[in-house]
């Protein structure tokens, strides 16, 4: 069962999907975008503003001062051993985006530690799939297209217990939880065309299937912003549009409320707000928002005495004429406006306008407002995901510095992070986790906004600045600033630890590569920093990895169930694997009461005649095997992965002259759904393969791995 494709028919969309995902399918069934949004709105509302900026010192430009927050809204405390915002509004979220509920407690005493008042899960209803193929470019829509309202058994994410164990976990660190619902629409089928729904909802939901005229809106058009109707009544992206005034409609969603109340859940996030009717909309209107929200308050108030924090995703605007206060007498609602403006800002030269984007678009004191420098949306369609981290974290450091509004950073999946699985680290970096805990501590401050030197600085009161250099730091540098309101007096860089003395109104700060200073009189809470040569691997009987650890007073390993192992600074381990032939490496560092914990995985690969065999795949890829290997230039083969026990058998591909070509890098591809039909991937149809392969992760190999063995 081998199958070769010509390189350019097959190949480059390969290496297409290996650099970003298999998107054909999410910009066609994708719910939620705000990609099809965002281009629509300009930002004219911001750029005619005239900010009130031009009352401090001439010698630093322009500043924006005096922001207050209204404490009648928001609590504007903090308790607990981190120092965490009471309400949610007042902190900061963390998006675990795609995280499994286990993922999410593991990793909960880091959240904490990094200053996330809140950690927001991915929608937890049983999606239209759950075919756990793996990669998450393939299968992350599948959790915006829900069958039911409840919490799902079968999930990317885990069960309703797991749920409900994160949900425990993160009370004891004082963390929120923060539960996405999907309630303007279900999921379609499989031809993803217009008023089909998905045949799972009959079994999860059967009262609405079997009644689909009545409980789902019956234009089969898509939003727009044109007025009520357009964008209430109509389509998100051809998925069938509920009839949120139905009674019956409303009695499920607040069922599903209620079980993530009982499980533990403490707000929610509302996925497509913008396109549920609210009681201002004329003949359109409904009694949605009052009926569920009463509901699910009342019922936290009663019986856990406990109040619920709720956003709305309103991406740009109401849209059709329709006011942002219809939605934020109920509930906070997303500002995407300010993060998008800000990043286009940023890295751009900048003059002294670029203050009046220090504006929010709704929400005078931002205590409404729900911000983020990127959203799963922009990441997952290509907008910011090109960007680098170090950018984005800057313009998320412009916003959480700032109080009134919570902001939402958004935890990137790597390219072959698999559904379930944290991805990338930056959301415990020691400059993101200075700025939470920096927004935590000034809750109360007013803010004082300048830009100087190229750099913008958001000083609060006389506590505290957050200095973010307008362009990326290259190599660490001295920079001079006026202190405009904050007070003459030591503090420490809570990033990297450095004093800096403010004297006389002026300081002088060296900025790191992050480009980012978090400046605070209290001694700081840097995080060690772990490490390794490979953080993930394949090897034959063993391999050598060096940990380096930095910024920690001791640290330990523990490969698979052995002892704990002290060390300090660097230490090289011997890997071999456990009985699954898959080795597992914790890492712990501690820095004066600090700590910081890291698990890197390596896989055992074994040459056969012809073939690398790789222990630990099944775990991931537990569904059918193919494989497709390919070389840097786009020629590949598909080739069959034979599985036994916990190991998987890839044959290795020979070239033209049928030998075995090891000059080049391999790309080691596993997939695919449950229900994935092998024969049509034998056709070269690239619509066949856009919409039936799910990708796994990326098994990248160098030819010195895969060698073929002689034996
Ligand atoms: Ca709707």
Redesign the pocket.
């Known amino acids: 069962m081998k199958k070769y494709f010509s390189a350019i028919a097959m190949g480059i969309s390969l290496l297409v999907l290996a650099s970003c995902g298999g998107n054909n399918q999410e910009t066609t069934n994708t719910p939620d975008t705000g990609t099809t949004e965002i281009p629509v709105e300009t930002t004219t509302e911001t750029t005619t503003e005239t900010t009130t900026d031009t009352t401090l010192p001439t010698t630093t430009g322009p500043s924006i001062e005096n922001r207050t927050y209204d404490a009648s809204y928001t609590k504007g405390t903090t308790s607990g051993e981190y120092n965490l915002a009471d309400d949610v509004q007042d902190g900061t979220i963390l998006h675990a985006w795609n995280w499994s509920y286990n993922t999410i407690k593991d990793n909960m005493e880091m959240i904490a530690q990094s200053g996330y008042t809140a950690v927001q899960t991915s929608p937890v209803q049983q999606s239209k799939s759950a075919a756990k193929s793996g990669a998450w470019t393939s299968d992350w829509y599948m959790l915006y297209q829900p069958v039911s309202f409840s919490i799902a058994q079968d999930s990317y994410l885990g069960t309703k217990e797991e749920f409900a164990e994160m949900c425990e976990v993160a009370k004891t660190y004082g963390v929120k939880v923060i539960v996405d619902i999907v309630a ?2 279900m999921g379609n089928d499989s031809t993803g065309s217009p008023l089909t729904f998905a045949e799972a909802i009959g079994t999860y939901e059967p009262e609405i299937y079997a009644n689909t005229s009545s409980y789902f ?1 019956t234009i089969a058009r898509n939003v727009s912003d044109t007025n009520a109707q357009t964008v ?3 389509m ?1 992206s051809n998925l069938p ?2 009839n ?1 005034g139905s009674e019956y409609v409303q009695e499920r969603v607040i069922s599903l409320l209620k079980e993530c109340i009982d499980a533990g859940a403490d707000g929610f996030r509302f996925d ?1 707000a913008k ?3 609210t009681p201002d909309d004329g003949s359109y209107a409904t009694d949605f928002w009052p009926n569920i929200l009463s509901a699910a308050t009342d019922y936290a108030k009663e019986k856990y005495d406990e109040d619920l924090y709720y956003y709305g995703e309103i991406l740009n605007t109401p849209g059709g004429g329709r006011q942002y206060d219809s939605y934020t007498k109920f509930m906070s609602i997303t500002d995407n406006k300010y993060g998008s403006n800000l990043l286009a800002q940023v890295n751009a030269a900048m003059s002294n306008s670029v203050l009046r984007y220090f504006k929010y678009n709704f929400s005078e004191d931002g205590t409404k407002a729900v911000l983020w420098a990127e959203s799963h949306d922009t990441f997952a369609d290509e907008t910011t995901k090109g960007t680098d981290q170090e950018k984005m974290n800057r313009v998320y450091a412009l916003e959480a510095a700032r109080g009134g509004a919570t902001t939402l950073y958004f935890a990137r999946p790597n390219n072959n992070t698999a559904m379930g699985d944290m991805g990338t680290k930056a959301w415990k970096s020691a400059e993101v986790s200075a700025v939470n805990r920096f927004h935590n501590d000034m809750l109360k401050e007013n803010e004082t906004i300048s830009l100087q030197s190229g750099c913008l600085m958001v000083e609060r009161g006389t506590k505290g600045a957050v200095i973010v250099s307008g362009s990326p730091v290259r190599v660490e540098k001295n920079i001079t600033l006026k202190a405009l309101s904050i007070a003459d007096g030591t503090y420490y860089d809570q990033v990297t630890g450095r004093e800096v003395v403010v004297e006389n109104g002026e300081f002088t700060a060296k900025i790191s590569k992050t480009g980012i200073i978090v400046l605070e009189t209290k001694t700081p809470r840097i995080s060690p920093e772990i490490s390794a040569t490979a953080e993930i691997g394949y090897f034959y009987e063993s391999m050598d990895v060096t940990i380096n650890v930095n910024n920690s007073t001791s640290a330990s390993y523990k490969l698979n169930d052995g002892e704990k192992v002290d060390f300090t600074d660097k230490t090289t381990v011997h890997i071999t694997p456990n009985e699954l032939g898959v080795a597992t490496v914790v890492v712990e560092a501690d820095n004066d009461g600090v700590t910081s914990k890291e698990t890197f995985k390596y896989y055992q690969v074994e040459r056969k005649e012809g073939y690398v065999a790789i222990s630990g795949l099944k775990d991931i890829v537990n569904n059918n095997y193919l494989a497709w290997t390919w070389w840097g230039d786009g020629e590949g083969h598909w080739e069959e992965v034979a599985i036994d026990g916990d190991v998987a058998y890839i044959a290795i591909p020979k070239n033209n002259l049928g030998e075995y070509d090891l000059t080049k890098a391999y790309y080691l591809l596993a997939a695919f759904p449950k229900d994935f039909d092998v024969v049509s991937l034998y056709g070269t149809d690239q619509n066949v393969w856009d919409s039936k392969t799910g990708q796994t992760a990326d098994y990248k190999m160098n030819y010195d791995v895969i060698e073929v063995s002689t034996i």
């Open positions: 303007n629409h809106h209430t009544r109509y998100l549009d509920l949120t497509a396109h549920i009717e």
